[in-house]
């Protein structure tokens, strides 16, 4: 049981350019999230999405853009990158709202 | 809106000796978990607990709801135990609210 994964776990980026980050889970959860963690600082919610198909944005959306298309996918698109995107990214699902939640392992973005 | 505030903000100990880190919430609790981040970066589920005690070997947990307050208890520390330690209280868009962590240090 793989549980959460993310994929790429590294990658650095030229400003301007693009990328997708791809998260998997396999535990049939409605709930997926996009955090990012920032040095000093707990984890801030990018979005979020409740079901297959849907999405909504969370604290920090600008600049950020995601899509559910298959209930166990939920990728996070960075459109023109900027260095302030630059961060350790962690995607999370739980079963429903308000039940245990459960952490990819990370993915660190450069932006240089 | 929701504050989740994490104390003491580092901590530094000898091996074999015993800690409390403390959550204070700012609003009603509710699905409160506890994660140890390793230093490789990875975030491990320690405890859901959003009231009662739970144990699990050396590690221990208490969420007191009414009083808006959830304590991690570390006892024998070993230097495995090392990393930074996090609660997260459930917000209303279904996520976890985090505080700014914990930063754990057991020397040998």
């Known amino acids: 049981n793989a549980g959460v994964t993310q994929t790429p776990k590294f990658r650095v980026l030229k400003t301007g350019q693009s990328m997708t980050l791809l998260c998997a889970q396999d535990m049939n959860h409605e709930y997926m999230y996009w955090y990012r963690q920032d040095p000093g600082m707990g984890l801030r919610l990018i979005h979020y999405s409740v079901g297959e198909g849907t999405t909504a944005k969370g604290e920090v959306p600008d600049g950020y853009n995601v899509s559910r298309l298959k209930k166990q996918n939920f990728l996070l698109g960075l459109e023109s990158a900027a260095p302030s995107q630059t961060s350790v990214y962690f995607c999370?699902?739980?079963?429903?709202?308000?039940?245990?939640?459960?952490f990819g392992q990370g993915t660190r973005l450069t932006v240089v | 809106g929701i504050q989740v505030e994490q104390s003491p903000p580092d901590l530094i100990l000898q091996e074999g000796a015993n800690s409390t880190l403390r959550c204070n919430f700012s609003?009603?609790?509710?699905?409160l978990q506890w994660f140890h981040q390793n230093p490789w970066g990875q975030l491990i589920n320690l405890f859901y607990?959003?009231?009662g005690t739970k144990q699990n070997g050396r590690l221990s947990a208490t969420t007191v709801a009414t009083e808006r307050y959830s304590l991690l208890y570390i006892s024998s520390s070993q230097t495995t135990d090392s990393g930074v330690y996090f609660c997260?209280?459930?917000?209303?868009?279904?996520?976890?609210?985090f505080g700014k962590g914990t930063k754990l240090s057991v020397k040998p």
């Open positions: 997260g209280n459930g917000g209303s868009q279904g996520n976890l609210i």
């Open positions: 609003d009603s609790v509710n699905n």
């Open positions: 999370a699902s739980s079963r429903a709202m308000n039940t245990e939640a459960f």
């Open positions: 607990i959003p009231s």
